[in-house]
């Protein structure tokens, strides 16, 4: 990666610099968002928009910039992503404070980070993965997109020890989400997710999935569902920006439905890559 976007400026990654007082240093006080690229064009813009403006907004840290800034953002990095494809990553804090303290005055400047790094869209038939279920320890604001991702990181370790792909918690029971994913599962033709409560992070992914599903005329509920309902699901698979639609075929030592990608996954996946640029 060659530039970045740091404070209103392009800057060589190597010379980008900021401040050892910056809460989202010192505190992990600060929110991001990332957004996939296809052939130049950010997916779902408005909706990961408006995703960062409402995580923002439940930490009363102001929008620092404009939303269509972040389109000139794009162009500003574009040289990063020579095929056309990329992820931009926003990281946004409350900005530099010294001394160091836990309440923030209010006149804060924040620091508004992005980076722009190349990224290859799933192709081809996706090979099903194998995924750790675990308890989910993370706080009870995961709707809130925190850079604050000790949880997150303490699942995945969890999850690469086991040899697995990804995390798949729960809480006592409740299925949740996985540290960078939003799961489904598919019992008797019907698609059913968590709901987007506090307990996950809603997915742009997710509620695009939603979408195609209902205009496709694939059952669709947004409830809670249990470990039993999982290991007795059909079809079961994780969805993310990055990943899109990706089939799981085990939990932990459990084999899902056939551990092959299943009908309703498979024409997700096609409606899916159908609707993105
Ligand atoms: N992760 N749940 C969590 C905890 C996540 O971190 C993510 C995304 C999702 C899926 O959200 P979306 O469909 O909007 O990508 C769900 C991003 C990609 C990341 O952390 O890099």
């Known amino acids: 990666m060659?530039?970045?976007?740091?404070?209103?400026?392009?800057?060589?990654?190597?010379?980008?610099?900021?401040?050892?007082?910056?809460?989202?240093?010192?505190?992990?006080?600060?929110?991001?968002?990332?957004?996939?690229?296809?052939?130049?064009?950010?997916?779902?813009?408005?909706?990961?928009?408006?995703?960062?403006?409402?995580?923002?907004?439940?930490?009363?840290?102001?929008?620092?910039?404009?939303?269509?800034?972040w389109l000139q953002v794009i162009d500003a990095l574009s040289d990063?992503?020579?095929?056309?494809?990329?992820?931009?990553?926003?990281?946004?804090?409350?900005?530099?404070?010294?001394?160091?303290?836990?309440?923030?005055?209010?006149?804060?400047?924040?620091?508004?980070?992005?980076?722009?790094?190349?990224?290859?869209?799933?192709?081809?038939?996706?090979?099903?993965?194998?995924?750790?279920?675990?308890?989910?320890?993370?706080?009870?604001?995961c709707d809130i997109k925190s850079i604050s991702l000790l949880g997150n990181i303490m699942g995945k370790l969890a999850a690469a020890q086991d040899g697995t792909a990804e995390p798949l918690m729960h809480r006592a029971g409740r299925i949740t989400e996985g540290a960078t994913c939003n799961y489904f599962i598919v019992k008797?033709?019907?698609?059913?997710?968590?709901?987007?409560?506090?307990?996950?992070?809603?997915?742009?992914?997710r509620d695009w999935i939603l979408t195609l599903a209902r205009d496709n005329g694939i059952s669709v509920e947004e409830r809670a569902f249990s470990i039993a309902e999982l290991y007795d699901a059909d079809e079961c698979f994780l969805a993310s920006s990055t990943r899109e639609i990706l089939p799981v075929a085990m939990v932990s030592e459990q084999t899902i439905g056939s551990g092959e990608t299943g009908p309703i996954t498979q024409q997700l996946i096609q409606y899916f890559r159908q609707s993105r640029p």
């Open 2 to 69: 060659n530039k970045l976007w740091l404070n209103g400026h392009v800057v060589p990654a190597d010379q980008a610099k900021i401040s050892v007082f910056d809460r989202g240093f010192l505190f992990g006080d600060g929110i991001y968002e990332v957004v996939p690229i296809y052939a130049g064009q950010p997916f779902l813009f408005d909706e990961h928009m408006a995703r960062l403006e409402r995580s923002l907004h439940a930490v009363s840290i102001p929008m620092p910039i404009p939303r269509a800034e």
């Open 80 to 141: 990063n992503i020579p095929e056309g494809s990329g992820v931009l990553y926003i990281h946004i804090t409350r900005g530099e404070e010294f001394p160091r303290s836990h309440l923030p005055a209010n006149d804060l400047t924040p620091t508004v980070f992005a980076t722009l790094s190349p990224f290859t869209p799933p192709s081809g038939e996706p090979t099903p993965v194998r995924v750790s279920l675990l308890e989910d320890n993370r706080w009870l604001r």
């Open 188 to 205: 008797n033709n019907t698609l059913i997710t968590a709901p987007a409560d506090t307990l996950i992070l809603a997915g742009i992914t």
